[in-house]
């Protein structure tokens, strides 16, 4: 080891703390700055008070001050972004944004995230298996890395004039360029990992810098490690880590080096990691299992990832210092954590004032999660016996949960065993597709929408003085059909074919559904940062599922009785229902999964019995569940794919299945919802104009597609040119009998006037293209 002695590890830690703030004071600020109303001083005046705050109350919550154990997990919109700032990592297009000091400004930051004019923003993916979505780098070989920002130095040297010892926190250099992808000026099959030589100077230089301004440790998160890679084979990955931290490990000067790999297993990484220098290597033990002893791992702090994360519960806290012990076979030195930054959760159960005292006593949200942290730290130095009371008090919840009402409803487990494989099943698509013609009579190239319609000023203003009881129901109820009353006309005015009633009674796709299911609750304060500024309140799935009465056949059945055009039901499908809850982890995510299916099926039933001839079960979060590693697909699209069957199995032959989802990159998810068997499938398409189809025309699908021909990502209206062209690949690609006419996506974060003007077009250019045909 080049360092003379290495820091102790602090025995408790967390990988990651929520940065929104606790009144998503930093989604204010942001925007406020992105508006105008506040200039960048002062949302930096705005984040530094927001870090400041952290680390008082992370150390208020038994964390060490000056050990390094608080994590400086800042960031003003994403931590990719953050990574690629401080490595230079800026695409040509966005050359004009850097400084002749090779800087970024606040400003500049954002407009990577959010584009501007005809530069598009960086793209936008999924995190992990997390509903939080990441900037995508852009590497090319016209990539110049070189340490373009000091923020973190700055952060720990805010710190630091503070009094505390904190631990900065970047995404480590495998994990960058594994995430990223080719920029524009980059060749076909260009990897961005062929850049590791040139990108670790820059690693080194800012853990250089770090030394120098006294960190003691440093967190790389490589959390690409546990997870597959389509595009680098493994053995690439396994060679870019070892190369790696053999070159950072041998730096003169640097902090002592922890890797965090949340988020599953390292597998194979994990012996490869303890081969080299790094000084401590953090094990996620709620996604990964226990790992065999493997040579190297001795001399290495392990860091337990014993409490979740990701969910939201306080959980088994005896059996989490259990497997923190079992690690210390492993290696003499184990220090206890998350087993993600507690991004994922939100701020403090103590928000809440609406759970009940019951499912309070149930729940830990980051701050009660930094607490058993510090629990589990004093069990695991001074024994089990030390924490005795903590350790009971867990226990004691947990048993009252396994008993209390509702988390067990025996109709709904009797029900639910009682399924026969008939269930999962319907009737031959040739029979249904003919059902379906003589009851709907739809032209050629049907037209429609994907649910939503604007969610105005005016509608939300009728939910908020409802809520707060300023509304009866009647006269929310009066509101909301003179809005439906008004969308279905609209539709009619414009041609649509088939007509949806506008979803305006509905707050959020999930949530709706949550509100009125058992099972369920709904917080107050509960929100979880999506991506960049924009944050969601996931509902907490607590018990057994069921519905105590019909939800949607209201509405429907009201739009329904004003035209002679068929209106479709709207249903959010349980695979996105339970990926964007807090789900319980007392029971296989299938079993719940089949709760919410039967529920929804009863649902549908109600639905067709109300004259509803066509149904659309969304489920734009399918690809989102799908697992990390490739050995767990398969059981994965056992359960998801059927629950969206059972779902929607109970139906007639006439009655048509729609299904929707949101995004195009199907890859390995397209033979499943060929299985999903809907009749008809839309999913976005117009912003790769249309390259989806030819994936669908590969794959065989033959039941209808309606993939979309307007992004309704922004206020742009598509031409009516531009839209015949979309329709004419459409139908070039698949036949023309299969195919449905519609947007994207739904137009609820649209406006009014973009909203007409796109339908109207989109409605021409069928019009045009049906004439061709
Ligand atoms: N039916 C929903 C809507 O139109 C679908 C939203 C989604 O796919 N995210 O709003
Ligand atoms: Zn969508």
């Not at 598009?120 to 939080?132: A, G, H, I, R, V």
């Not at 670790?200 to 960190?215: K, N």
């Not at 009674?505 to 709904?522: C, I, K, P, S």
Request: hydrophobic share 45%.
């Amino acid at each position: 080891m080049s360092m003379t002695t290495t820091a102790q590890f602090p025995s408790a830690t967390i990988l990651g703390y929520p940065r929104i703030g606790r009144r998503r004071e930093m989604k204010k600020a942001v925007e406020a700055f992105w508006g105008g109303t506040i200039t960048a001083a002062q949302l930096e005046a705005a984040a530094a008070a927001l870090r400041t705050t952290t680390r008082e109350r992370l150390a208020d919550l038994g964390l060490g001050r000056t050990d390094s154990a608080i994590p400086e997990s800042f960031s003003f919109y994403d931590q990719v972004l953050d990574a690629a700032v401080t490595v230079g990592a800026v695409p040509t297009r966005f050359a004009s944004l850097v400084g002749i000091d090779g800087r970024i400004d606040l400003a500049g930051y954002f407009t990577l995230a959010r584009g501007e004019g005809d530069n598009l923003p960086l793209e936008m993916t999924k995190w992990f298996d997390s509903n939080y979505h990441y900037l995508v780098p852009e590497i090319g070989p016209e990539t110049v890395f070189s340490l373009a920002s000091d923020r973190i130095v700055r952060e720990f040297n805010e710190a630091k004039a503070a009094g505390y010892l904190t631990r900065p926190v970047i995404v480590g250099p495998v994990t960058f360029l594994l995430l990223s992808k080719p920029s524009d000026e980059a060749p076909a099959g260009y990897q961005p990992l062929s850049r590791l030589d040139d990108l670790l100077p820059v690693y080194a230089a800012l853990l250089d810098r770090l030394a120098a301004a006294g960190a003691e440790w440093v967190q790389l998160d490589e959390p690409g490690l546990v997870s597959e890679s389509i595009d680098v084979p493994r053995v690439k990955t396994l060679e870019a880590l070892a190369w790696s931290y053999a070159a950072l490990g041998r730096l003169a000067r640097r902090p002592a080096i922890f890797v965090a790999a949340p988020y599953g297993s390292l597998d194979d990484a994990l012996p490869v990691l303890a081969a080299t220098r790094v000084d401590a290597i953090g094990i996620d033990l709620v996604r990964g299992t226990l790992p065999e002893p493997t040579p190297g791992l001795v001399d290495k702090v392990l860091v337990a990832g014993v409490i979740d994360g990701h969910n939201i519960w306080r959980g088994d806290l005896a059996a989490a210092l259990d497997r923190a012990v079992a690690l210390k076979e492993l290696s003499p030195t184990v220090s206890i954590s998350t087993s993600t930054s507690l991004l994922h959760v939100p701020h403090d159960v103590a928000h809440e004032s609406s759970l009940g005292a019951e499912l309070t006593s149930w729940l830990a949200f980051a701050d009660q999660k930094v607490g058993q942290v510090c629990t589990l730290a004093r069990g695991l130095s001074a024994g089990a016996a030390a924490v005795e009371p903590e350790l009971s008090a867990a226990d004691a919840a947990l048993t009252a949960r396994s008993s209390a009402p509702g988390v067990r409803d025996d109709a709904v487990r009797a029900r639910a065993a009682a399924l026969l494989d008939s269930d999962f099943l319907r009737g031959d698509y040739a029979t249904r597709l003919a059902a379906q013609e003589v009851a709907l009579g739809l032209p050629l190239l049907p037209t429609t929408t994907i649910g939503s319609f604007p969610q105005t000023a005016d509608i939300r203003r009728a939910r908020a003085r409802f809520l707060t009881g300023v509304l009866t129901e009647g006269a929310y109820r009066e509101l909301m059909q003179a809005e439906i009353a008004r969308v279905v006309d609209l539709q009619e005015e414009i041609g649509l074919d088939v007509l949806v009633h506008g979803e305006p009674e509905r707050n959020d796709m999930v949530q709706y559904f949550a509100e009125n299911l058992n099972g369920f609750a709904v917080t107050e304060n509960g929100w979880v940062q999506s991506y960049g500024s924009r944050c969601t309140r996931p509902s907490i799935l607590w018990g057994d599922v069921s519905r105590p009465k019909p939800i949607t056949v209201e509405w429907s059945g009201y739009a329904q009785s004003l035209t002679a055009k068929p209106v479709k039901g709207m249903l959010t499908g349980p695979v996105t229902i339970l990926a964007w809850s807090f789900v319980r982890e007392d029971q296989p995510l299938g079993e719940t999964a089949r709760q919410v299916a039967l529920a929804l099926r009863d649902e549908i039933s109600d639905l067709e019995a109300a004259g509803i001839g066509i149904v659309q079960v969304d489920e734009p979060a399918l690809r989102e569940l799908l697992p990390l590693k490739k050995k767990d697909h398969a059981h994965y699209l056992d359960w998801s794919v059927g629950s969206f069957r059972l779902a929607t199995a109970g139906v007639a032959d006439s009655t048509q299945i729609h299904t929707h989802l949101c995004y195009s990159e199907f890859g390995v998810v397209l033979e499943a919802i060929g299985n999903l068997d809907a009749d008809v499938t839309s999913i976005e398409a117009a912003r790769s104009r249309m390259d989806v189809v030819h994936d669908i025309e590969a794959g065989g699908f033959d039941h209808g597609i309606g993939p979309g021909v307007w992004d309704i990502h922004s206020p742009r209206v598509p031409g009516v040119t531009e839209l015949t062209e979309l329709l004419h690949i459409a139908v070039g690609a698949i036949p023309a009998r299969q195919v449905w006419v519609n947007p994207d996506c739904g137009l609820k974060t649209r406006g009014y006037t973009e909203t007409v003007e796109s339908l109207q077009n989109m409605l021409e250019a069928t019009r045009i293209v049906r004439e061709r045909i």
